[in-house]
């Protein structure tokens, strides 16, 4: 039984770490998009400012670059946090995993 618990247990963490990096995903790119400048002006030594405007597609892929990146760190730290904390994980989820593979083992 030791086996399934592991399993269940490893099904558990990837269903927690895929959940952390596609909603930190979504976020951080509607974050970006909002408080992220696609102007920026600049004021050279004379006094004179110049806007320059960074185009849509560039605009994006910068937002998405740093969308992803966001990602993965978040994924990291999440990743970090249940390996720190795996024996109040197992413990707390571990019951719970066996109850319901126990409970498919009946229904089917």
Known sequence: MKIKND??????????????????LILS?????????REESTTDF?????FVVTPYPEFFFHIF???IITSIIA???VW?????NKEKVTNSTGILLLYRYCEGLYLN
């Not at 399993?7 to 930190?24: C, R």
């Not at 790119?29 to 400048?37: E, S």
């Not at 004379?46 to 110049?50: A, K, Q």
Request: aromatic share 18%; hydrophobic share 50%; glycine share 6%.
């Open 65 to 67: 670059r740093y969308s």
């Open 7 to 24: 399993i269940l247990e490893g099904v558990y963490m990837e269903k927690i770490l895929v959940k952390t990096g596609i909603y930190s």
């Open 29 to 37: 790119f509607f974050l970006l998009r909002i408080f992220m400048k």
């Open 80 to 84: 970090l946090y249940i390996l720190s």
């Open 46 to 50: 004379e006094g004179m400012t110049s």
């Open 75 to 77: 994924v990291v730290f």
